[in-house]
């Protein structure tokens, strides 16, 4: 093995929790925004734009921290279906990071809308407009991020599971601190 | 064995650990449930909003669930440099040229109401900026709105819903509505002498809500605007009576003879102005500069036109304007969204959605 701290390397550390606030702000910042009509409307939209592409260039720079550091082996006595398991939500969780802000700003191309993430900075559009791709993607966005949410609370649950119950340090991992084995 | 501890702790560590390993997520997604309106089903929302539009006038499958009947037009605005001192705003700059997609229409759910049936019209434009980006506004012909928030505009919209018995709003409800809602006075003394227009070419749209400017000194400046015709009422001029369909023809037939233009007022307001009340009109004598001239000289059917796309939220800024603290901005941007994906939806056929009816139906809606 590549790995031999049993820990993941400190920079992917710090852009796990980083962007773990990130994301789950984003989350929150999305279904409330879309459910009020107050000033809040306003400037939740004004945070999650940019806040959104920032998370894409994070999770670029991520895969690419990933892949200079090997993370640390599961356990060997976790049984093969929990190792699928977590190896799976974890792809799907850099695919639901990189996909999510994709499909926002195509959705905006698509809706003909400058794709501005503050007052006069505008990104090009990467979708040609047109009100049947702005539908799908529009509705992809909120499929995709209920998908990410439940994604996340498993992910979640493991982690305590491996910190609480199994305690095989697996949360150590990726909290930092000494691995006990 | 996959749990090689948990003979050697406690029990009710045990239980506990398990409890947190589940109350965590749980409460994570109590949270979100939350946030996202579900837990509350009274909060106002853009979706309950949209939802009494629907209850008052149909659904009526790929049009706007307000301000449905209308017609695209585009032109372009031709920039007289004297708004450049308030806003750097590039349409305002001297000598620009910026080209206009708009669209006319009438308010109400409803896109196949006669003309006459409200004394109100609408312009709508998006400016597309030379820098790409674009200012998005929607303006009405009256000087004040009826009421200053989206928890009085759902009221109102509520009160007019129509009652399944006589197909039209109850008058009891509305009295009761205006009653509790004092601040619609200044706005019906206006509708008691308006009268339906006989052309969309001879009314002025205003704004209503108010904005920011920010100018090159960084100066920031609370604003109105409005947009006054060129052209005026023949004298006489009423709308021809028993015609449900006049506003689109009079367009065509004035379009034809030539461009019909429009001034760009831009008032400024006194300290101490309301910005945060579209009901209140602002003194006559505060400064108001003409920032150029709107020409329009086409128009083409909604159905096809390219403003059919184009969500007209007024929230859609350049760099140079932006949003007061008017709260009926935000609600606007919130619920014309709503509104925005659910005839993007239709258009696309997405299931789930009411189908897009391409004829008129004999019985209109009320
Ligand atoms: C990690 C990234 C992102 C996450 C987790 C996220 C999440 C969400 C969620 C949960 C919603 C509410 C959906 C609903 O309930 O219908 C939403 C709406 C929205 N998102 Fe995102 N989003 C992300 C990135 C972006 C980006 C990069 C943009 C644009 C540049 C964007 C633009 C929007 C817009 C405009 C809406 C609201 C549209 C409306 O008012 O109808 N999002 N987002
Ligand atoms: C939205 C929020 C989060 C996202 C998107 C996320 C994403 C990820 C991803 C993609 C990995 C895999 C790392 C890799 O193998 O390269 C990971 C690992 C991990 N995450 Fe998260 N995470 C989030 C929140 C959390 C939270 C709240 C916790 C703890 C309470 C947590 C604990 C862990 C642990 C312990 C690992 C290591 C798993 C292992 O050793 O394979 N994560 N996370
Ligand atoms: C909270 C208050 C308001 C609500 C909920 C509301 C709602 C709506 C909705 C749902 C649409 C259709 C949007 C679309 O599908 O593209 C619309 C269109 C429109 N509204 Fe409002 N509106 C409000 C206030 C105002 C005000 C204050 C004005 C005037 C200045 C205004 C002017 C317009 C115009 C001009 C259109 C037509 C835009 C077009 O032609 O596409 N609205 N409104």
């Given at each position: 093995m590549n790995n031999t701290t049993g820990l993941f390397a400190l920079p992917a550390r710090i852009l796990h929790w980083l962007m773990a606030a990130a994301i789950l702000a984003m989350l929150f910042i999305g279904v409330g925004m879309v459910a009020s009509v107050s000033e809040r409307h306003a400037w939740l939209l004004r945070i999650h734009k940019p806040l959104g592409i920032a998370i894409l260039l994070l999770a670029v720079l991520r895969l690419a921290v990933r892949l200079r550091n090997p993370p640390p082996p599961l356990p060997a006595d976790l049984p093969a279906i929990q190792k699928l398991a977590a190896h799976a939500s974890h792809w799907l969780l850099y695919a639901l990071m990189i996909a999510m802000p994709l499909v926002g700003w195509a959705m905006l191309s698509a809706g003909g809308y400058p794709v501005m993430l503050g007052d006069s900075l505008r990104l090009p559009p990467i979708f040609p407009a047109g009100p049947v791709a702005f539908a799908v993607l529009r509705h992809l966005h909120t499929w995709l991020a209920m998908l990410l949410f439940l994604t996340f609370l498993a992910h979640l649950g493991a982690a305590l599971y491996h910190g609480l119950i199994r305690r095989d340090g697996v949360l150590a991992s990726m909290v930092g601190g000494s691995r006990k084995s | 064995m996959p749990d090689p501890h948990a003979s050697t702790v406690p029990l009710a560590r045990r239980a506990g650990a398990w409890f947190l390993v589940l109350a965590l997520p749980a409460a994570c997604a109590l949270a979100f449930a939350w946030v996202g309106g579900w837990l509350s089903p009274q909060r106002l929302t853009p979706r309950r909003l949209i939802d009494q539009f629907q209850a008052n006038a149909g659904v009526h499958p790929?049009?706007?669930?307000?301000?449905?009947k209308g017609v695209c037009v585009a032109g372009h605005f031709d920039s007289s440099g004297e708004a450049a001192a308030y806003s750097v705003a590039q349409v305002f700059a001297p000598g620009q040229r910026t080209p206009v997609v708009g669209r006319f229409a009438i308010p109400g759910g409803n896109p196949y109401a006669p003309d006459g049936s409200v004394p109100i019209r609408s312009m709508a434009l998006r400016f597309a900026l030379a820098n790409g980006q674009q200012w998005r506004t929607g303006m009405n012909s009256m000087p004040v709105f009826p009421v200053a928030t989206p928890q009085a505009f759902y009221a109102q919209l509520q009160a007019g819903q129509p009652d399944p018995a006589t197909g039209k709003p109850d008058p009891k409800k509305l009295a009761a509505f205006f009653a509790a809602h004092p601040e619609t006075a200044a706005f019906r003394a206006w509708a008691k002498t308006a009268k339906p227009s006989a052309s969309f070419a001879t009314d002025g749209y205003w704004s209503l809500d108010a904005f920011v400017f920010t100018g090159p000194d960084g100066q920031r400046h609370a604003v109105r605007w409005r947009m006054v015709p060129e052209a005026v009422d023949a004298t006489g001029a009423a709308a021809p009576a028993g015609q449900p369909d006049y506003l689109d023809a009079d367009l065509r037939q004035r379009l034809a003879q030539g461009p019909l233009r429009w001034k760009l007022l831009v008032t400024l307001a006194n300290p101490g102005d309301p910005t945060n009340d579209a009901t209140k009109a602002w003194p006559d004598d505060r400064r108001t500069i003409t920032a150029g001239t709107l020409v329009v000289d086409s128009e083409q059917a909604q159905d096809s036109g390219p403003c059919r796309d184009i969500n007209y939220d007024p929230t859609v800024l350049p760099d140079g304007i932006a949003i007061s603290d008017d709260p009926l901005l935000p609600a606007r941007s919130a619920a014309y969204a709503d509104s925005y994906l659910r005839r993007t939806s239709e258009e696309a056929h997405l299931p789930g959605t009411a189908r897009v009816d391409t004829k008129p139906q004999a019985e209109a809606h009320p």
């Open positions: - | 790929g049009y706007r669930r307000n301000h449905a």
